[in-house]
């Protein structure tokens, strides 16, 4: 049988209208307000054409006006393929034609990019917000119970082969996110979340869901800056803030020998294992910190440090949230305590699966349980520590670099014969990728570098390049990437 839900904006501007609801660049908007404005957006997007059901791609910055734009679209039972706004305009193309999306919504400030999209993709309708502003309005059909089976948004994460796979989450994925963290943290009738996080990624958005499921009020920056995060943490008196080790070391180091209001209750750490040195400044502070372990598969977190535990298991991830279940698997067997392995997962916060990818799916996903590529260990408590976000992968201010896909774009071009892409340490970013080439004709490293810019976001860019005359590999033909991490350390 399955299970609906009342509709959540709906059903939270009955509960609580007048509660504030989002607050961005000063403006503070009430619950009510919020679903006015998103069934008045829902009316032009219906006038549009977009219709319940369809794939819709998403291309915005963190705004007011996109969160409304976003919750229109689970008003009217759409679903929201979200786009990263730091991609490249031929990533963006190649995410939009995967999904299948109908159309693009957007803004004005991308135009650079939704030109070049709509020259390659010229049946694709693209709307931008400010076109939307002056719409016609036509009377929306508003769902009035959510079906917690249905897709509610993809999102995009790579692969380790270099291709994008879109994560499909329903409303159920979510719902139970939000519910397995409140259970864990606690709700207090005073939260309030500082989301400097993009919408764009899951961290961003399942704070956005948590407001309405909540009915908390959520502070939302368009970008990271410490000055303004530190303001609004006493103006608004924020309780909770999703931070990277790289946003919460320059808090830290802004913070100098202040101290955060008493009413603050976390920083909740994601987007890789963080340094011991960092956590114990935040101990030194007494600034709770939670570390956290999740990703775009998992809606969010899917296990957290408990409360009571942040300062007694210093450098875990916690346990499973209420709903969600964890092991460690080696080579088709759980294994003990402190044995290293791959983290496997299930919960129905986890997703169904990837869109159009039902090898992959069938793949990652065994009897319900997820098989995440991530290495930890848990110890005699069940507490998690991740050892390895996925051997490959490069975790750069708190976004996924995966070499293969640096690689693909290196070795396309006619003048590399191999690449091999590894991360380095780096202070301020937590890692950062550097190349190897082995070379047919001589090219220059500024001419490597404009190459790549046409083809992959910034925080790809190589950040360094060394020629050398062969890329270790085995028998496999697979990168012996230790190897490589020997040259440079020598």
Same mark, same amino acid.
């Given at each position: ?60 910055? !963190? &705004?007011?006006? %996109? #969160? ?7 008003? +009217? ?5 979200? =786009? ?88 159920? !994925? &979510?719902?139970? %996110? #939000? ?7 606690? +709700? ?5 979340? =500082? ?109 957290? =440090? ?185």
């Amino acid at each position: 049988m399955k299970q609906t839900i009342p509709n959540w904006l709906k059903k939270r501007a009955y509960l609580t209208p007048e509660r504030q609801a989002i607050v961005f660049n000063g403006k503070t908007i009430t619950f009510a307000k919020l679903y006015q404005a998103a069934y008045e957006m829902a009316g032009k997007l219906t006038a549009e054409g977009i219709k319940k059901e369809q794939f819709t791609a998403v291309l915005l910055p !963190n &705004h007011l006006d %996109s #969160a409304v734009i976003l919750l229109a679209l689970q008003l +009217l039972g759409v679903r929201a393929v979200i =786009l990263n706004n730091r991609l490249t305009a031929e990533e963006l193309i190649w995410q939009i034609q995967d999904s299948q999306s109908v159309q693009l919504l957007s803004e004005g400030r991308f135009r650079v990019k939704l030109d070049i999209i709509g020259a390659s993709l010229t049946a694709l309708p693209v709307l931008t917000k400010e076109e939307l502003q002056h719409a016609s309005f036509a009377e929306p059909q508003i769902i009035e119970e959510i079906d917690l089976d249905d897709i509610c948004t993809i999102m995009y994460t790579s692969g380790t082969t270099g291709n994008p796979k879109g994560v499909m989450q329903t409303y159920g !994925n &979510h719902w139970w %996110s #939000a519910t397995g963290s409140a259970l864990n943290l606690g +709700l207090h009738e005073n939260d309030c979340w =500082l989301c400097t996080v993009p919408l764009f990624h899951i961290s961003g958005y399942s704070i956005l869901m948590k407001s309405m499921i909540y009915g908390m009020k959520i502070v939302l920056h368009e970008k990271f800056d410490v000055n303004e995060t530190l303001s609004d943490i006493y103006k608004e008196k924020v309780t909770m803030m999703s931070v990277v080790s790289t946003t919460l070391t320059m808090i830290l180091d802004q913070l100098q020998n202040e101290r955060l209001p008493k009413s603050f209750r976390c920083m909740l750490l994601g987007g890789g294992p963080a340094s011991l040195p960092l956590l114990e400044r935040c101990v030194e502070k007494e600034i709770p910190v939670f570390q956290t372990y999740g990703m775009t598969e998992t809606s969010s977190q899917i296990v957290t =440090l408990s409360p009571e535990d942040c300062f007694r298991k210093l450098g875990s991830a916690g346990k499973p949230l209420f709903p969600a279940q964890i092991k460690i698997m080696q080579d088709g067997r759980e294994v003990a305590a402190f044995e290293t392995g791959e983290i496997v997962v299930k919960g129905p916060n986890v997703t169904n699966g990837y869109l159009n990818r039902e090898m992959e799916t069938n793949k990652d996903r065994q009897d319900g349980w997820l098989h995440t590529g991530d290495i930890g260990y848990l110890d005699e408590d069940g507490f998690l520590y991740v050892l390895d976000r996925r051997s490959d992968l490069i975790i750069s201010g708190g976004e996924n670099i995966y070499p293969a896909e640096i690689e693909g774009v290196l070795t396309a071009h006619p003048a590399i014969k191999d690449a091999g892409v590894i991360g380095r340490q780096d202070n301020k970013w937590g890692e950062v990728p550097i190349a190897f080439l082995v070379m047919n004709q001589s090219v220059s490293e500024m001419d490597i570098l404009a190459y790549c810019q046409e083809k992959l976001a910034k925080y790809k860019l190589p950040k360094d390049i060394y020629f050398i005359d062969e890329i270790p590999r085995n028998a496999s033909k697979k990168i012996l990437r230790r190897e490589l991490r020997k040259l440079i350390n020598h």
